[in-house]
């Protein structure tokens, strides 16, 4: 069935170029960008945040045919540390605009412009989806401000009763959801992350060993992501510790600071594998998929994820995958593409495993592309697509 042409309006507090915000930016533009080739006209409300430390100058620009809308923020420290977006001339933006579009697509959830837009949404009777990515698993409700997002739950709820959809990326978040608002239960739809492959082909290795002074005899342990305690480097370190005597490895470490870069450093000392590690800092592009290329393995050891594109990513690249219960990726061990792991000891069994028996390596590489053609953009656009037919 061809997919009907809608006018949709994306909001989220982050878009690109800002991809230090992590997966939920890629997720967002891709779809975003799929949904453009087929004849949708596609708007991003958002804010001017780009990093840490600057703004994104351009207000309105059109990325890849999506119109991009960004509203200034207050104060882009309290943004980046406090997740606290407080987009100036959103609000009256979004009333005057709201008739413009079929449906509203609201991208995270503990957030003023997830609040703001579905209340507008509500009030003018117009569809509108909510897409927590991941923010409603029991590890992130309970993390830091616990207090203060119990109470958006709370308050939240009448407006998630309402929406037209809630969607999950798996079945595991979709249990978190329906247990919050079980009332919502029939509403929660289940539509994964899509993966542009295109995006993959004709990708080069570089050669890590020179760029980052690493021995030649050394594997090279990849992990692509937020500098972050949520996604548990410390346990990749204990981990890695356990083998320092029984195998050469560099663990790379490809992402942002978020506060955690000092204590990792000093973890890896008392560790004795300092040496071992090297902080590559953020990448995006060619860059970054032309570096994870290169890597011998994948190692996510993270407390919660939604669905993590950055596995998809070193799946698209033929990267065997050791990943954590947490990371909410069992298709890793479905697809016999690497293993999910539940402790220390175990990761650091599976890596030795993987990075000492060539045969095995070359066999969860293969099948890690089949892994990733499982989430092809396209196939998962027609999941969204279907969503979007059922509420319009």
């Known amino acids: 069935m061809p997919f009907p042409k809608k006018k949709i309006l994306y909001v989220i507090p982050y878009f690109v170029p800002a991809w230090s915000y992590g997966g939920p930016v890629k997720v967002a533009f891709d779809f975003a960008k799929e949904l453009t080739k087929l004849g949708n006209r596609v708007t991003v409300a958002t804010t001017d945040v780009l990093d840490a430390r600057s703004r994104n100058k351009k207000l309105f620009e059109t990325v890849d045919g999506i ?52 209340k507008i949404c509500h009030k003018a009777k117009k569809p509108y989806i909510i897409q927590p990515h991941g923010s409603l698993s029991q590890f992130c409700r309970k993390s830091r401000f616990y207090f203060i997002k119990n109470c958006l739950v709370k308050k939240f709820t009448p407006l998630v009763v309402s929406s037209s959809a809630i969607i999950a990326l798996n079945e595991e978040e979709k249990k978190d959801i329906a247990q919050i608002y079980p009332q919502a239960k029939a509403k929660i739809k289940i539509a994964p992350n899509g993966l542009d492959l295109t995006e993959f082909k004709n990708i080069k290795k570089n050669d890590l060993h020179r760029t980052y002074n690493i021995p030649k005899s050394n594997k090279i342990i990849a992990f692509i992501g937020r500098l972050h305690f949520k996604k548990g480097l410390d346990i990749s370190l204990k981990a890695l510790a356990r083998i320092k005597d029984e195998l050469d ?9 978020e506060g955690e870069k000092e204590n990792l450093e000093n973890l890896a000392e008392n560790l004795g594998i300092k040496n071992r590690i090297v902080f590559a800092g953020l990448m995006s592009g060619n860059k970054k998929l032309e570096t994870l290329k290169s890597a011998d393995l994948s190692l996510l050891n993270s407390r919660s994820e939604g669905l993590p594109t950055t596995l998809l990513e070193s799946a698209a690249l033929a990267l065997p995958i050791i990943c954590s219960c ?14 999910v792991v539940d402790s220390t000891q175990q990761t650091a069994q599976k890596i030795k495993l993987v990075l000492k028996d060539d045969r095995l390596r070359e066999k969860l590489s293969q099948n890690a592309l089949k892994l990733a053609d499982s989430f092809n953009l396209q196939k998962c656009t027609q999941t969204l697509n ?6 319009s």
């Not at 560099?250 to 992402?255: A, E, K, P, V, Y």
């Open 67 to 118: 119109k991009v809308c960004r509203f200034k923020n207050l104060n882009n420290i309290f943004a980046r540390n406090l997740n606290f977006y407080t987009p100036v001339g959103f609000r009256k933006w979004l009333k005057t605009n709201i008739q413009n579009y079929d449906i509203v697509h609201i991208h995270e959830f503990f957030t003023y412009q997830s609040f703001i837009t579905s």
């Open 249 to 257: 490895f560099t663990f790379l470490i490809i992402g942002p600071d």
């Open 326 to 339: 947490g990371s909410n990726f069992p298709e890793v061990e479905q697809f016999e593409a690497g293993f």
């Open 386 to 391: 279907k969503i979007y037919e059922s509420i």
